[in-house]
């Protein structure tokens, strides 16, 4: 009959590791970015990092069209050396300073697009056409003198931004846009550049917040 066998001496064994769980490491959240689908009018098309374009590269876009055709916007926050009353004297009293007109894209530069902001304008009012929210498309060739007391503020646009149909989807596709929602003060702040940009991008959630430290425009480094 064998012996039964020894239980080795615990205090001979080698110590053993505590047993502890697993750390799990905390998961990076998702670049979101938005997509086609969240492009409408009063939304913004803000340009990433990645869009090398020197046109549009820094850029924020606010949406004024968006259909199957394309898109059209604007860009915010560049200001021109041309004055308003130069060209549209009647105009200058109800524009937010600087009272200038602000290059708002490449298409049609020679044409004025007027926006303002206009929290007590009611549907149908003369020479005010509703793009989203508060924010209004103003008909140049209409009197001031109506408007005179019912906007917030207003600013002219010389140019556009457009794009064809599909040319935009694809854009986003590649990480060249953020598609994030517009507020009326995006349209009257003085900020500009990029300081305008890192303030858009700023009120953002998750990483693509943290973008807000990035160089707005990366080939100006």
Sequence with gaps: M?????????????????????????????????SLA????????????????????????YVLDHSDTGTLGVVLGRP?????????????????????FHVGGPCETDTALCLAAASTAEPGDT??????????LVDLDGDPADLVGRLDGLRVFAGYAGWSAGQLAGEIAEGAWACVPGR?????????????????????TGRLAVLSTAPADPSAN
Excluded: H, K, N
């Design 38 to 61: 969240d492009v409408r009018p009063g939304s913004l098309l803000v340009a990433l990092p990645t869009l090398s374009d020197p046109t549009f590269a820094g850029t924020v876009v």
């Design 80 to 100: 021109s050396q041309v004055e308003i009353r130069d060209v549209l004297p009647g105009w200058c009293d109800l524009a937010v300073e600087p009272g200038v």
């Design 184 to 204: 009326a003060e995006d349209l009257l702040t003085p900020a500009a550049g990029p300081e305008l940009w890192r303030a858009v991008m700023g009120r953002q």
């Design 2 to 34: 064998s012996p039964p066998p020894v239980s080795p001496d615990p205090e001979s064994r080698p110590p053993a590791r505590p047993v502890t769980g697993r750390r799990r490491t905390p998961a990076v959240p998702a670049l979101s970015t938005g």
């Design 127 to 136: 020479g005010l056409r509703r793009v989203a929210g508060s924010v209004y």
